[in-house]
């Protein structure tokens, strides 16, 4: 080879060496893979790892004719973890799939097909029909060397039929991601059997490679997502379920002895509580954030009823003159309601609930304001967790935030801060 050719060689064995530790630090690090991904991915970008590095030493003896055994053992190596991805694709596809790999067809069928490939690459030393090494450290190919380069394409070809045949099996990202990683190769390897084209068909597998890892690990990541906002969303729910007993008790029992004292205020109050309990359990079946303007109609009837039943032991004030926006449902009525449960004293004077909202950079904020007794932030109690399960609701649904300040005889203010993304089209 020529000084150009040499320098070549090298620049596509450096980039696919730094490609494939890439694609093994993000195996690493990235937090939303599942193991069996995990652990194919490092063996698949660890075998063309050791390619590269068997190409590497390949290149830099290949001027001392005296090492012909070694380079033997190189172009061994270099064959047999350049061509491993092959099987690795048709047993992640089979995974993929939700199929039994011991017990599949096509695994035993690819499996025997890989069998005869290895027994030609095991022959290779022993004759010159396939390759051979020259004086000069040179490969030669043989006359048989394409007989040698079948056995991959056909498990080429059987890995896109397959995998064109589960694109009603596989998500999208999937789908798309071994094909990125499928096409590339089947179209090089029959190339390769008459034409020497080693570099493309190197740097042609990193990149396929680090495709369908990009691909599939944003699947996994939308996925897991999605799990998360179902969390939450069952979270919401059990939130529903474990209602106050003594606040429906005691609501209720406000609306009896009002029946005669006041029967128009009882009938308010009753409606104010059907309204409450009709939000409670809308929250239920939304999977997606809603209007403000429905929360904050929710948390007007919650306080209406515990104004019936406070009478003037309850201020509340309101001052929202931005509604035009989104956020999970179940945020502001729980926290005007903890402000509530913990700021109400009988001996204290009235509680002072106030409810605003004003822009900010970039975001809405909702401010929720009490002169109550304040509460401990450590303490890992009911209202605790209920606050907790709000601002992950916030963070997942909406990538909101909430900050909480409360100080022992000086109330709570709590900040919920929400992106202008949620922001709703006029």
């Not at 799939?97 to 499996?111: A, C, Q, T």
């Not at 890989?114 to 029909?129: C, E, Q, R």
Request: hydrophobic share 45%; aromatic share 10%.
């Amino acid at each position: 080879m020529n000084g150009l050719e040499v320098s070549f060689y090298y620049f596509i064995i450096g980039a696919t060496m730094l490609l494939t530790i890439m694609g093994l630090w993000f195996t690493f690090i990235m937090p939303c893979m599942d193991r069996w991904s995990r652990r194919f991915f490092f063996v698949y970008f660890s075998v063309l790892l050791l390619c590269s590095l068997a190409s590497l030493i390949d290149l830099l003896i290949a001027p001392y004719p005296n090492l012909k055994v070694l380079l033997h053992i190189l172009g061994f190596i270099e064959s047999l973890s350049l061509a491993m991805p092959v099987p690795l694709l048709t047993i992640y596809l089979i995974h993929c799939r939700k199929e039994s790999i011991s017990g599949n067809m096509i695994f035993h069928l690819v499996l025997l097909i890989w069998t005869i490939f290895l027994v030609l690459l095991l022959s290779a030393p022993f004759t010159n029909h396939l390759y051979s090494v020259t004086p000069d450290g040179q490969y030669v190919r043989g006359e048989w060397f394409p007989l040698f380069m079948l056995p991959l394409i056909i498990i080429m070809f059987i890995n896109l039929i397959v995998t064109i045949k589960s694109r009603n099996i596989l998500s999208r990202k999937y789908y798309i991601g071994f094909l990125v990683a499928i096409i590339p190769l089947t179209i090089t390897l029959p190339i390769h059997a008459f034409t020497d084209v080693t570099p493309l068909i190197d740097i042609s597998v990193v990149l396929s490679a680090i495709s369908m890892f990009g691909l599939i690990l944003s699947d996994q990541t939308q996925e897991q997502l999605a799990q998360q906002q179902e969390i939450a969303h069952q979270r919401a729910s059990i939130m529903v379920l474990q209602m106050r007993p003594h606040f429906i008790y005691n609501t209720l029992m406000s609306i009896y002895s009002l029946c005669n004292q006041d029967p128009h205020k009882a009938r308010q109050v009753t409606m104010d509580f059907t309204n409450y309990l009709r939000k409670n359990f809308n929250a239920i079946v939304s999977d997606s954030t809603i209007p403000f303007s429905a929360e904050l109609e929710h948390t007007r009837a919650y306080l209406a009823v515990e104004q019936a039943q406070h009478d003037e032991m309850l201020v509340v004030d309101y001052d929202t003159p931005f509604i035009n926006f989104r956020l999970p449902p179940l945020t502001l009525q729980p926290i005007v309601e903890n402000a509530v449960k913990h700021g109400m004293d009988p001996y204290a004077g009235p509680l002072h609930v106030s409810v605003r909202t004003l822009q900010a950079d970039h975001a809405v904020q909702i401010i929720v304001e009490d002169d109550g007794s304040g509460f401990d932030l450590t303490n890992s109690n009911t209202s605790h967790a209920t606050l907790e399960n709000i601002r992950q609701r916030l963070e997942i649904m909406c990538g909101g935030s909430m900050n909480i300040e409360s100080h022992d005889k000086k109330g709570t203010v709590v900040t919920i801060t929400i992106p202008y993304s949620n922001l709703l089209s006029d």
